[in-house]
């Protein structure tokens, strides 16, 4: 079992580099096409892989903070209604015995 999960894992990585590879040639092509020397789509390249792209956010990452502010805003809205009903209700207690 420990042999396949090996094997695969191989197989995996093995997988993994060749479409690297594949894509990093694609792209050279693709910039050279677009008249970019090849030694300047291997240092756009090699930059662009560089790059930790790790802490970006992404759309789904956008979209639940866009429903935390929306769930933020209605506890606000809440709190402050009972704020608002609290201090109407301390009002009334002066004027009705003050």
């Known amino acids: 079992m420990i042999n396949?999960?090996?094997?695969?894992s191989i197989d995996l990585?093995?997988?993994v580099c060749v479409t690297v590879i594949a894509d990093t040639h694609r792209l050279i092509s693709q910039l050279t096409e677009r008249g970019f020397t090849a030694q300047q789509a291997e240092v756009m390249i090699e930059i662009a892989q560089e790059l930790d792209l790790s802490e970006l956010a992404t759309r789904r990452d956008i979209t639940d903070l866009q429903h935390q502010l929306e769930k933020l805003e209605l506890r606000l809205t809440i709190n402050l209604g009972s704020l608002m009903a609290a201090g109407i209700g301390v009002l009334a207690l002066l004027k009705y015995f003050g």
């Open 4 to 8: 396949d999960l090996r094997d695969k």
């Open 13 to 15: 990585w093995h997988a």
